[in-house]
Each structure stands twice: as structure tokens, then as C-alpha cells.
């Protein structure tokens, strides 16, 4: 059974950062192509930003240049790491995984509207809450 599961959510001022991080167990990690995802509230679910078996990334425009995703094979874990935040990141985030590699070659516009539609298994999620 695969599993995903977030943690490191919270509430941070604007420009602050945080580190988010799944774990995921169940498969084999290595091969997939794994995502971060977030819904604001009256929101569509969006992608955030992805990462390939390959290690390619990619980033929704809004956080370039700000988040960071990688993925540490050997401890089945995938993080987002999140800097000068703003209040406009707030939402749930969420880890996903396919075990196809469809999503992972999206454009970065593709991925942000319709990828989540390629994600496979998810976790619960994680809030993050940046105040002005």
C-alpha cells in the first residue's frame, strides 16, 4: 500500500520560510515522479512544483526563484523547501506520486493547471499559513 506523509506546515510572518517533507513508503520511491500540490481556500488544487526519477524539476512561475523541491532516494522522503513567503502561499500542501512519468514532462503552465490530474496516490496534506 502506498503512503504518503506530510509534515512541517505552520505559521510563519511574510518573508519567512519554511521546510515541508513526506515520506512515503509502499513502492519503489526512485522511480516515480513525485510533486508538491496546494488548494487555497475557494481554490482550485494547483501544482506547486515537481520532481522526475531523473531529477528534473519543474516549478509553477509563482514560486520560482523562492521554493525548491529534492528528494532524498535513500530515505524515501521528498521536501519543499520555502523561502520569502508570501501571504499568497497560503494553503494546504499536498505530496503526490505517479508511477508514471507523464506528469513530469509537463510544461510548467501544463503541470500548474492539470497536473494533479496525473497523480496517482497523495497524502493528506500539510497547512501553511503566512501572515502580512
Known amino acids: 500500500e502506498v503512503q504518503l506523509v506530510e509534515s512541517g506546515g505552520g505559521s510563519v510572518q511574510a518573508g519567512g520560510a519554511l521546510r515541508l517533507s513526506c515520506s512515503a513508503s509502499?513502492?519503489?520511491?526512485?522511480?516515480?515522479?513525485m510533486g508538491w500540490f496546494r488548494q487555497a481556500p475557494g481554490k482550485e488544487r494547483e501544482g506547486v512544483a515537481a520532481?522526475?526519477?531523473?531529477?528534473?524539476?519543474i516549478y509553477a512561475d509563482s514560486v520560482k526563484g523562492r521554493f525548491t523541491i529534492a528528494k532524498d532516494n535513500a530515505k524515501n522522503s521528498l521536501y519543499l523547501h520555502m523561502n520569502s513567503l508570501k501571504p499568497e502561499d497560503t494553503a494546504m500542501y499536498y505530496c503526490?506520486?505517479?508511477?508514471?512519468?507523464?506528469?513530469?514532462?509537463?510544461?510548467?503552465?501544463?503541470?500548474?493547471?492539470?497536473?494533479?490530474?496525473?497523480?496517482?496516490?497523495w497524502g493528506n496534506g500539510t497547512l501553511v499559513t503566512i501572515s502580512p
Open positions: 503526490a506520486a505517479s508511477s508514471g512519468l507523464r506528469v513530469c514532462g509537463y510544461s510548467d503552465s501544463d503541470f500548474v493547471r492539470v497536473g494533479y490530474y496525473g497523480m496517482e496516490y
Open positions: 520532481i522526475g526519477s531523473d531529477g528534473t524539476t
Open positions: 509502499g513502492y519503489t520511491y526512485s522511480t516515480y515522479c
